[in-house]
C-alpha cells in the first residue's frame, strides 16, 4: 500500500535506562547529530521520572516529541503505584507505548488489558503505540500470523476509525527484542503486511492505508534502511539503539531513504 498516507516515525523506548541528569547532554547529542531534513516524526519514550527533565531539554527542539512506555487505563483514584493518561498529558507527552513484550511478560498484561490502556491514552489525545508479537516457539511453530492476528484485533478492539487513526501498531517479534538478532526485511514485511490486512478488516481500508506500522527489534543505524524500504514499514521502535544520540539520529535519517 502506498506510504504516501501515512506517517514515518520513529520512537525511541530508553525501557529503565538513564537518569534526569544525563537527559539535556544526550538531546545536545542527538540534536548536533539529527539529519537537516525532516522526513519523520521522532519521539524518545522516556521512564516516568525522566518525562519533565526529557520535556525541558527537548522545549526548543521540536523535532523530538516526548513519550511514556506505559500508562494507566483508569483515570484517578486508588490505584497505587500508576501513572494516568492526564498526568502525562499535562506534561506534554505524545506517545505512550502500550502492550510491550516485557510489561506482557513480567507484569503480566493481557490483551484486554492492552486495549484499555490504548482506548483510555487515545482518548487523552495521546497517540498509543501498541505492540505485538510473537515469540521463537510460536514462529517455529508456524503459529506466527494467528498470533498477530489475535493480538492486534484485540488491541483495536472498539476503537472507531476516528481513534484508530491516532493508534500506531509496532511488530515486535520477541525473539528480535535485545538480542542482537533482527528479523530480515522480508520476514517483518510479511507480518507487518498481515496487520494492516487484519487493521483493513477491521476498521476499513481507508483507515489501515492512514495507520502507520513501526518494526522494533534489534533495529540499528546498519540495518534501518532496510527495513524501512519495506512497502508496509512506516518507522521504528528502537530499543538500545536509542540510547546512543548519533545512532538513534542515523535510524532517523535512514527514514529519508525511503
Ligand atoms: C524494544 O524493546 O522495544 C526494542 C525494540 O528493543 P531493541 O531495539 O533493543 O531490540
Same mark, same amino acid.
Given at each position: 500500500?502506498? #506510504?504516501k498516507y501515512r506517517?514515518a516515525?520513529i520512537?525511541g523506548n530508553?525501557?529503565?535506562?538513564?537518569t534526569?541528569?544525563?537527559v539535556?547532554?544526550?538531546i545536545?547529542?542527538l540534536?548536533a547529530?539529527m539529519?537537516k531534513l525532516k =522526513?519523520?516524526d521522532a519521539?524518545?519514550c522516556?521512564?516516568?521520572? +525522566? /518525562?519533565?527533565a526529557l520535556?525541558?531539554? +527537548?522545549?526548543?527542539f521540536?523535532?523530538v516529541?516526548?513519550g511514556? *512506555?506505559?500508562?494507566? $487505563?483508569?483515570?484517578?483514584?486508588a490505584h497505587?503505584?500508576e501513572v494516568?493518561c492526564?498526568?502525562l =498529558?499535562?506534561?506534554?507527552v505524545k506517545y505512550?507505548i502500550?502492550?510491550?513484550?516485557?510489561?506482557r !511478560?513480567? *507484569?503480566?498484561?493481557d490483551d484486554? #488489558?492492552?486495549?484499555?490502556?490504548?482506548?483510555?491514552a /487515545?482518548?487523552a489525545?495521546?497517540? %498509543? /503505540?501498541?505492540?505485538? %508479537?510473537?515469540s521463537?516457539e510460536?514462529r517455529n511453530?508456524?503459529?506466527?500470523?494467528?498470533h498477530?492476528d489475535y493480538?492486534?484485533?484485540?488491541?483495536?478492539y472498539?476503537l472507531?476509525? $476516528?481513534q484508530?487513526r491516532r493508534c500506531v501498531?509496532?511488530y515486535?517479534?520477541?525473539w528480535?527484542?535485545? =538480542?542482537?538478532v533482527?528479523?530480515t526485511?522480508?520476514q517483518? *514485511? !510479511?507480518?507487518?503486511?498481515?496487520i494492516r490486512?487484519?487493521?483493513k478488516r477491521?476498521l476499513?481500508?481507508?483507515?489501515?492505508r492512514?495507520?502507520?506500522i +513501526?518494526?522494533? %527489534?534489534?533495529?540499528?543505524?546498519k540495518?534501518?534502511? $532496510?527495513l +524501512?524500504?519495506?512497502?508496509?514499514?512506516?518507522g521504528?521502535l528502537?530499543?538500545?539503539?536509542?540510547?546512543k544520540?548519533?545512532d538513534f539520529a542515523?535510524?532517523?535519517a535512514? =527514514?529519508? *531513504?525511503?
Amino acid at each position: 500500500m502506498n #506510504k504516501k498516507y501515512r506517517k514515518a516515525i520513529i520512537a525511541g523506548n530508553w525501557k529503565m535506562n538513564m537518569t534526569a541528569s544525563a537527559v539535556r547532554p544526550f538531546i545536545d547529542e542527538l540534536r548536533a547529530a539529527m539529519p537537516k531534513l525532516k =522526513t519523520c516524526d521522532a519521539a524518545i519514550c522516556a521512564p516516568f521520572p +525522566l /518525562i519533565p527533565a526529557l520535556g525541558k531539554a +527537548l522545549r526548543d527542539f521540536s523535532r523530538v516529541a516526548v513519550g511514556a *512506555q506505559d500508562v494507566c $487505563e483508569f483515570p484517578s483514584g486508588a490505584h497505587t503505584g500508576e501513572v494516568s493518561c492526564d498526568m502525562l =498529558t499535562d506534561l506534554g507527552v505524545k506517545y505512550v507505548i502500550v502492550g510491550h513484550s516485557e510489561r506482557r !511478560e513480567y *507484569q503480566h498484561e493481557d490483551d484486554f #488489558k492492552v486495549n484499555a490502556k490504548l482506548r483510555a491514552a /487515545i482518548a487523552a489525545g495521546m497517540t %498509543g /503505540i501498541v505492540c505485538v %508479537g510473537e515469540s521463537l516457539e510460536q514462529r517455529n511453530r508456524g503459529l506466527t500470523l494467528e498470533h498477530i492476528d489475535y493480538q492486534v484485533s484485540s488491541a483495536v478492539y472498539g476503537l472507531t476509525e $476516528e481513534q484508530a487513526r491516532r493508534c500506531v501498531v509496532a511488530y515486535e517479534p520477541l525473539w528480535a527484542i535485545g =538480542t542482537g538478532v533482527v528479523a530480515t526485511a522480508e520476514q517483518a *514485511q !510479511e507480518v507487518c503486511a498481515e496487520i494492516r490486512a487484519v487493521l483493513k478488516r477491521r476498521l476499513g481500508a481507508r483507515t489501515a492505508r492512514a495507520m502507520s506500522i +513501526l518494526y522494533g %527489534g534489534s533495529m540499528n543505524a546498519k540495518n534501518a534502511a $532496510e527495513l +524501512l524500504a519495506m512497502p508496509d514499514i512506516d518507522g521504528g521502535l528502537i530499543g538500545g539503539a536509542s540510547l546512543k544520540p548519533a545512532d538513534f539520529a542515523a535510524i532517523i535519517a535512514a =527514514t529519508a *531513504q525511503e
